[in-house]
């Protein structure tokens, strides 16, 4: 009686340890709590779009440099002091034109340079009118080919990972000679401070076009964490 | 006595499996229901983006035209935000499609630009600015063309209309028609599509 009273016992004390440990450890500890919520991203989108409103972001953000500082001030009057937060900037440095081809793979280049450590990404954009056997490099790394006439069409290329510190150069292709649109664009990309690698970063961004007589487009991001 | 002291025993595992069954069900509902909540806020979030590229791309063109007001320079600078503007909302596992119509005076002329990023051909453009036609024009993907219309009145009547084949296969019409003096316009028409939510709008300025 005494041995069976004893087992009962402690399988209602486990039960309870059990209840316990979900109610108390692994509920709170569910995943998604380690990220930042939705609706708390949704209040900081909106505290940047009023400090866009209110004409200050682009005085902040635009122009030769961006003062970051000066937004993470002025997001801290409105976003409760227990976030964590850091603000960054991601600029479109960008170049189009269209550039000939000329036949027998003898073709054309298009280079842009990076001379900073804010370098982010780099794509181009190209459209081949009447181009046969179009071949794309960048850097000497051959991106993309097409066997036959291309059909046009933009093909949007990613050159971030062939990109180096000072001139690079993305070079075009053709059996014929043949006519090649094109889009350059160059992120930079700028933090104001550190952003922690071992936690789930939410991030939020906002585009800007320009300001006045200075078309920059332009992503302001807020990086978020618990 | 074997089955009695069988279920003997199940008494007090009941407890424990009762606790188990319990708590994975309490689990469960909390996580969905923080996950429903977080589906909401997202879309919620996405919405503000849209709201956010809709003043923006208005926006654009204004930047654009104040730093070089001639059409050459308006469809240079399109290009160029239209694939910063995707590549964007790529990178917000979004996609978005869309056309411009911008009008830019010229004297007495008006150029038309049009920039389809509509990821299809339009087909059978028809435009009409006071009294000049432009028929049956085709315009591919990724395609920025400018038509010049002479000799328009202060004011006059503007439509355009055209077709699309979407990513489904259906054939999308579009039509507008509205009056306009002779001065900068534009219209921007887009579609963003996040997961199973699609937002939609058209600004005309």
């Known amino acids: 009686m005494n041995k069976k009273g004893f087992i009962r016992t402690v399988e209602g004390a486990l039960s309870l340890f059990v209840l316990l440990t979900f109610l108390f450890y692994v509920i709170p500890h569910v995943p998604v709590e380690d990220k930042v919520r939705g609706s708390t991203r949704n209040f900081v989108a909106l505290a940047i779009g009023n400090l866009d409103k209110s004409g200050v972001l682009d005085d902040y953000i635009l122009g030769n440099t961006s003062n970051l500082s000066a937004v993470e001030s002025a997001l801290n009057k409105t976003l409760p002091s227990s976030l964590s937060y850091t603000v960054g900037v991601s600029k479109a440095n960008a170049s189009s034109g269209t550039v000939f081809s000329e036949e027998s793979y003898v073709g054309v280049n298009i280079s842009y340079t990076v001379n900073n450590s804010y370098f982010k990404d780099a794509y181009v954009v190209v459209d081949f009118i009447n181009a046969t056997n179009p071949r794309v490099y960048g850097n000497g790394e051959e991106i993309f080919s097409y066997g036959g006439v291309h059909p046009g069409g933009p093909v949007r290329l990613d050159v971030t990972s062939s990109t180096v510190e000072g001139v690079n150069n993305v070079e075009i292709k053709t059996l014929n000679n043949a006519t090649v649109d094109y889009v350059l664009i160059v992120d930079n990309e700028e933090i104001l401070s550190y952003v922690p690698k071992d936690r789930v970063i939410g991030v939020v961004t906002y585009i800007l076009s320009g300001k006045e007589e200075w078309f920059q487009p332009t992503i302001v991001e807020v990086f978020l964490w618990k | ?205």
Not at chain 2, 6 to 25: D, E, H
Not at chain 2, 142 to 171: A, E
Request: charged letters at 20%; aromatic letters at 12%.
């Open chain 2, 1 to 205: 006595m074997e089955v009695s002291c069988g279920m003997r025993k199940r008494k007090g595992q009941w407890l424990l499996i009762t606790a188990l069954i319990f708590s994975l069900t309490l689990t469960t509902i909390v996580l969905m229901g923080s996950r429903a909540t977080d589906s909401a806020d997202i879309a919620y979030g996405d919405k503000n983006m849209f709201d956010n590229i809709m003043v923006e791309s208005q926006d654009a063109v204004n930047v654009i035209l104040s730093e070089n007001r001639t059409s050459e320079y308006l469809e240079t600078g399109l290009a160029v935000y239209v694939e910063f503007l995707k590549r964007y909302v790529n990178e917000h596992n979004s996609n978005i499609s869309g056309f411009y119509i911008v009008g830019l005076p010229s004297g007495d002329d008006m150029n038309l630009t049009v920039a389809n990023f509509l990821g299809a051909e339009m087909l059978g453009m028809n435009l009409s600015l006071g009294g000049t036609e432009f028929l049956n024009l085709q315009l591919d993907d990724g395609n920025f063309s400018t038509f010049r219309f002479v000799s328009v009145p202060d004011s006059f009547l503007f439509s355009c209309n055209f077709t699309y084949v979407d990513d489904d296969g259906d054939i999308v019409g579009k039509n507008y028609q509205f009056n306009m003096t002779r001065r900068v316009f534009d219209v921007f028409d887009a579609r963003m599509e996040s997961g199973s939510e699609i937002w939609s709008d058209c600004e005309i300025n």
